[in-house]
């Protein structure tokens, strides 16, 4: 089951071979697929269930979306009968209506749904939603965890991120596959590194803003840049923009005087 993990993981970078033009999918059963778009980089959860086909968080866009359409028939001749979000945000809501007008229903729990088990926890929003598939061993976090991106744990805090994180790896057992909302899907080894490196971010700049340092000070400490690259795990060139870096230090300053 290792090795099929590993596989899973190593597929979603190098997906050359079934790439379908916006979209890379990659198969994690003979029932499951993680669709990812590109505009978006969100990973779509395709799931052929007993009780119809399910699809999570699809982006908006509707030629995207038609081209989604496709890419969902080549995989399941069966129409999608439930659209399941992790959260709110457009870019995992945003073709919800597309589904509908194809005659899908949108669902807030998964209660029709016997494969699947679901979680309510408060970390990237207030009401995040994870899935866990439990036939094809795949957790959907949404952007709770997010692989291609720093955290973004400002509606639960600090608390709120490790009650969720915490809550992730007690789901399904080691061999779980993590699908964040973006980025590659990983293991919970990962995961724990991901959760320790958040912590240590905040401690950090939480003991920097305590000597009075300002954000752009802080922005240019090596130690916090060194701090930001634990994120990049991707290894990419420029990681996230300069604005993007500073606005995750005055979130984290955010996150650290509401005491959570
Ligand atoms: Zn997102």
Redesign the pocket.
């Known amino acids: 089951m290792r090795v099929k993990l590993l596989l899973i993981v190593a597929l979603y970078s190098a997906c050359g071979l079934c790439g379908t033009s916006n979209f890379q999918v990659t198969s994690v059963s003979n029932a499951a697929f993680i669709i990812t778009e590109k505009d ?1 980089g ?1 990973n779509i959860g395709l799931i052929k269930t007993r009780e119809g086909v399910v699809v999570i968080d699809p982006m908006p866009g509707k030629k995207n979306l038609d081209k989604l359409y496709q890419v969902i028939q080549q995989r399941s001749k069966a129409p999608v009968r439930y659209v399941l979000n992790t959260h709110q ?1 457009g ?2 809501t945003g073709g919800n209506a597309y589904f509908v007008e194809q005659g899908s229903k949108v669902v807030a729990t998964v209660s029709d749904l016997p494969e699947f088990t679901e979680f309510e926890l408060k970390s990237h929003t207030s009401k995040d939603k994870v899935f866990y598939h439990s036939k094809s061993n795949s957790v959907f976090v949404g ?1 709770i965890y997010d692989t291609s991106w720093h955290p973004t744990f400002y509606a639960g805090g600090l608390s709120g991120f490790n009650q969720a994180i915490e809550k992730i790896l007690n789901i399904g057992n080691e061999d779980s596959l993590i699908i964040p ?2 980025g590659k899907p990983t293991s919970k080894v990962e995961l724990r590194q991901f959760r320790n490196h958040t912590i240590t971010w905040v401690e950090e700049i939480k003991a920097l803003k305590e000597k009075g340092m300002s954000v752009e000070e802080i922005m240019n400490n090596d130690r916090v840049k060194a701090l930001l690259r634990n994120f990049n795990i991707a290894n990419k060139q420029d990681f996230i923009p300069k604005n993007a870096f500073k606005r995750f230090i005055e979130r984290t300053f955010t996150v650290i005087d509401s005491g959570n």
């Open positions: 978006y969100t945000h870019d995992h952007d909302g973006h």
